[in-house]
């Protein structure tokens, strides 16, 4: 079956530092990735997302890019802020189903 | 207003209740589901909904039941909670366009079965 890790956390950092947090995943044929984000009392909201090798999703200063030789998507910041504190979750989704397997999640706290 | 509402946002109940938990959408969504949220664990699938006539179990349904009362509306059922229940749900929905891969979050419900 379909599955995603990703490291563990807490991960604590200070403000301007680079952020990186691995996704590995375990999927037959091409799924599609996703990097989503849960703040503090919140919902997921997706953050970005690649649907084929190669591609570069980015959004707020983040990114990730689908490298389908290493089954990875490894989410990147260059310089985080206080205000992305929060729990990142890695997600793939197969062609046909539309059904999200998720990661176990990874905390971040950043500290001013 | 969130487009993706859920009802209660915090419940504790006790062992052998019914309880139901309500998720409404506005974003015109024919697609629907219902997560649950255990620390390090991630999100797990327990039902979903690819339209009013269209119920499936997901990973983790034993224990729950759904109810799709209209495309806007989507119930999750614990019949007889149990407190290894205990967790944050989420309901989410997904349209056929743009692919139909992202999915939207309600803000969640917090469960305590005591």
């Known amino acids: 079956g379909n599955s995603v890790t990703q490291m563990e956390g807490p991960v604590t950092l200070s403000e301007e530092a680079f952020l990186t947090i691995n996704c590995t995943y375990t999927a037959t044929g091409y799924p599609s990735l996703f990097w989503y984000v849960q703040y503090p009392g919140e919902g997921l909201q997706l953050l970005l997302k690649a649907t084929k090798a190669d591609d570069k999703g980015s959004n707020k200063g983040f990114e990730a890019t689908y490298r389908k030789e290493t089954t990875s998507f490894h989410l990147e910041k260059g310089s985080v802020q206080v205000s992305d504190s929060a729990v990142y979750f890695c997600a793939l989704v197969k062609a046909a189903g539309n059904k999200l397997t998720f990661g176990g999640g990874t905390r971040v706290l950043v500290k001013p | 207003d969130a487009d993706v509402t859920q009802t209660p946002r915090n419940r504790i109940t006790k062992t052998g209740k019914r309880i139901m938990l309500e998720c409404s959408q506005t974003k015109g969504h024919d697609r629907m589901y219902w997560y649950r949220q255990d620390p390090g664990l991630g999100l797990r699938l327990i039902y979903y909904s690819f339209d009013v006539k269209d119920i499936n179990k997901g990973e983790i349904s034993d224990g729950y039941s759904v109810s799709r009362q209209a495309q806007a509306k989507f119930s999750l059922s614990l019949e007889s909670a149990i407190p290894n229940q205990t967790a944050l749900y989420f309901c989410?929905?997904?349209?056929?366009?743009?692919?139909?891969?992202?999915?939207?979050f309600g803000p969640g419900t917090r469960l305590t079965v005591t």
């Open positions: 989410a929905t997904s349209g056929a366009g743009t692919g139909g891969y992202e999915q939207y």
